[in-house]
């Protein structure tokens, strides 16, 4: 079961490199290979400059939202096509058997253990809430996923809007395709 994999140090549980999504946006350097601050800073410089945009699973419906006002060419209607129930009905053939809870104990180990990687994940969570707060995007998600106590410090609030008078959302998108 997944908690004595993690407690008790299981090869597969207990990789020191448990270091998966940084090094995809960290880049080609060798230290992007390491779990530390260097790949981990160079990964959000690498999010902020390079990416149109970066969403996260647990909002995906926003995510197609987003996809779909930035780029309609390729995006037109995505929101219907992933509600419709033929789709659906593939996604639901995959699930996981018997699947176990992870203990706190256990969660706090893996917390410890892929503190690079959950400090990266919040992170891009943070700054596509503030992308949805700057397009008007209200989450439909019902309770968000809180940090532990244990790691880092909460996250930005998103709920309302941000009112830019300065700048339209259709000069900041075209700001972002100059880049």
Known sequence: DINVCILE????????KLFYIIPYFCGQH?????????ALERA???????????????ELEDVLLLLERFLPHYFKDVLS???NPEHRKLGNLTVTVKKTVPSPEAIQILYQRMRYEYEFYYYVKEQFHLLK???????????????????IPS?????EPIND???????????IYKR
Not at 9 to 16: D, I, K, L, R
Request: aromatic share 12%; net charge negative; proline share 11%.
């Open 44 to 58: 959000k410089l690498n999010v902020n400059e390079n990416f149109l945009l970066v969403g996260i699973l647990e």
């Open 133 to 151: 707060r700057k397009f008007g995007l209200k989450s439909h998600i019902r309770k968000p996923s809180p940090r532990p106590e244990f790691f």
């Open 81 to 83: 096509i992933y509600k």
């Open 165 to 175: 008078e300065e700048e339209d959302d259709e000069k900041w998108l075209e700001d």
């Open 155 to 159: 996250p930005l609030e998103t709920e």
């Open 9 to 16: 140090n299981y090869p597969e549980c207990s990789n020191p």
């Open 30 to 38: 060798p230290r992007c290979r390491e779990p530390g601050e260097w």
